[in-house]
């Protein structure tokens, strides 16, 4: 199993990013995933996740501005990041299944937000 997490860089509050994470071993018509991150100083948080089925959760600190979505055909997980602000900074992974505990994780890619 593998999951490779990539789209990470520096942007300007207020700007946006899109994190993919391509994932081998294990296929997403079955499976759900999630995104994490963890900030400078603080604890790894779970974001977002999108089951299986295509339902989604979202973090309170993100909801309105961020949209996991993903395309089964090519096994890979989206994270659409709009309205970027300086608390958003930090090095996110995507995980099966969407626990702090999960099996499997990414190598995260960072993001900071600075102007």
């Known amino acids: 199993v593998q999951l490779q997490a990539s789209g990470g860089g520096l942007v300007q509050p207020g700007g946006s990013l899109r994190l993919s994470c391509a994932v081998s071993?294990?296929?997403?018509?079955?499976?759900?995933i999630g995104w994490f991150r963890q900030a400078p100083g603080k604890s790894r948080e779970g974001i977002s996740c999108?089951?299986?089925?295509?339902?989604?959760y979202y973090a309170d600190s993100v909801k309105g501005r961020f949209t996991i979505s993903k395309d089964n055909a090519k096994n890979t997980v989206y994270l659409q990041m709009n309205a970027l602000k300086p608390e958003d900074t930090g090095v996110y992974y995507c995980?099966?299944?969407?626990?702090?505990?999960?099996?499997?994780w990414g190598q995260g890619t960072l993001v900071t937000v600075s102007s």
């Open positions: 071993g294990f296929t997403l018509d079955y499976e759900p």
């Open positions: 995980a099966s299944p969407c626990s702090t505990s999960a099996d499997f």
């Open positions: 999108i089951s299986s089925s295509g339902s989604t």
